[in-house]
């Protein structure tokens, strides 16, 4: 098992380069099983969610060949079956797009339920209502999705929550759906568009992705092509989170500065210097930063995979914040382990208020799931002394090469393998 050790209190200088966004990565590269040619996708994060996704893919047939670390050619001719359950799709969150893309290709899809980060009861039943309202039946049975549809139909979908990965879903099983397809209250978040913009490359009609209302003319097949995959918005972020909490002054380059609208907007308010450039963006913060309140919402709002780093920097900030949570109902996990670093947070349901203690000790901790990981790093980048943070693998399911980008910021921070 791998473990993260950090020496804090080292202020956190220079640039970084940000990849591919893990979360259009995981919807992209099941929509590219859709086409009859071959897709080059470029500008993939090299995670290990995405990893266990080529590896699923490659289990139902689809030739996967990476040209290198970062750009895969994906041929699905030789797909030979619609059923994935592999160790490799229990693993994923995102398993559930392999349900959306094999239905539209095929006809029909068995698929493991999702695993991926355990915040809540994480409930499909959009997903569900979307695809059998394109005439599907979905049962699940046995820890498994089925979906089954002789013809798919476009239809009017209203989405009780704008939910990404129905949205995305939707999207998938309708691009060659016989008719139009209207998602309404759809989710708006960055990821939506890039995939939405590669079925287009692929000859898909989509419409309107990035606002709630998406309509899709399906078509009768996809062809190939090349797409660049988005920067990801939440490693930025949390680089950006970064900065402040150390009071240094990093640049995040190769990044689309407007998906971060309201992390710029929440630094600047707590007196960090935000500078925006067409591609980069620098933070520089301060020893006395102001407390701040934070509302996690869907996109553009605050997004809530930065709601625990952002926890953890209000720790280092005198005065009370208060952290409001709308998006998932369990994602407070994390704070028993950030507690341990002396962090001062109260929990009650939804709410984490955090009032700032004289000071962060190091200590060792537990990553809980991959953006909690995120959170107990910028804590013992803070604290004084030694962190020792477990469970690194959470961390490696979304950040590539994480302590090398850290070390190269100066955080004093290195990759131990332990025996448990
Ligand atoms: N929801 C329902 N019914 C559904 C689907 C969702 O009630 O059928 C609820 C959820 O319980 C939640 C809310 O709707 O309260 C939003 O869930 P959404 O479907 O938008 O999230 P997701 O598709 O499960 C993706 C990302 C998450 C990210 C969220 C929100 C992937 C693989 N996962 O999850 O990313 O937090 O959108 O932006 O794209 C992460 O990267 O760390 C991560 C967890």
Redesign the pocket.
């Known amino acids: 098992m791998d473990h993260l050790i950090i020496n804090g209190k080292q202020t956190l200088r220079g640039e970084v380069a940000i990849n591919g966004s893990?979360?259009a990565a995981?919807?992209i590269l099941p929509a590219a099983i859709m086409c009859s040619g071959i897709c080059v996708i470029d500008n993939l994060p090299n995670v290990d969610?995405i990893l266990s996704l080529v590896e699923a893919m490659r289990k139902i047939g689809c030739k996967c060949d990476f040209k290198d670390k970062h750009t895969l050619i994906i041929d699905p001719s030789g797909i030979n079956t619609t059923c994935a359950n592999h160790e490799s799709v229990r693993k994923?969150?995102?398993s559930y797009y392999l349900v959306g893309a094999l239905l539209g290709r095929f006809g029909k899809a068995e698929v493991t339920l999702p695993g991926?980060?355990n915040?809540?009861?994480?409930?499909?039943?959009?997903?569900?209502?979307g695809l059998e309202a394109l005439g599907a039946s979905v049962t699940t049975e046995h820890g498994m999705i089925k979906a089954f549809a002789e013809k798919l139909t476009g239809a009017n979908i209203y989405l009780?929550?704008?939910?990404?990965?129905?949205t995305?879903n939707i999207m998938l099983a309708a691009s060659c759906a016989d008719g139009l397809t209207t998602i309404e209250n759809a989710?708006k978040?960055p990821?939506v568009v890039d995939c939405a913009n590669f079925l287009n490359v692929m000859g898909a009609k989509i419409k309107g992705a990035g606002t709630d209302v998406i309509k899709i003319t399906g078509v009768n097949s996809l062809h190939g092509g090349e797409y660049t995959i988005i920067p990801d918005q939440?490693e930025c972020g949390t680089f950006m989170i970064a900065a402040a909490a150390t009071a240094g002054e990093i640049t995040v380059k190769n990044i689309i500065p407007k998906h971060m609208d309201s992390v710029s907007a929440k630094l600047a308010e707590m007196g960090c210097k935000v500078e925006e450039r067409s591609d980069s963006i620098t933070v520089t913060g301060y020893p006395n930063l102001k407390h701040v309140n934070v509302k996690t919402m869907?996109?553009p709002g605050f997004?809530?995979?930065l709601q625990p780093q952002m926890t953890a920097l209000l720790c280092n900030v005198s005065g009370t914040s208060i952290i409001t949570e709308t998006?998932?109902?369990n994602r407070y996990q994390y704070i028993t382990e950030l507690r341990r670093l002396g962090c001062n947070v109260t929990v009650d349901g939804r709410v984490a208020i955090i009032n700032q203690l004289e000071k962060l000790t190091g200590a060792d901790v537990n990553a809980t799931?991959?953006?909690a990981g995120a959170a107990l790093i910028i804590g013992a980048l803070c604290a004084e002394g030694t962190t020792d943070i477990g469970n690194i693998k959470y961390v490696d399911r979304?950040y590539e090469a994480i302590e090398e980008k850290l070390a190269n910021l100066g955080a004093d921070i290195k990759r131990v393998s332990k025996e448990e």
């Open positions: 893990k979360n995981t919807a969610d994923l969150r995102g991926g980060c915040f809540g009861t994480r409930p499909i039943d959009q997903h569900e209502k009780d929550v704008a939910s990404v990965g129905a995305i989710a978040e990821h939440i869907a996109y997004p809530t995979d998006v998932f109902d799931d991959l953006r979304g």
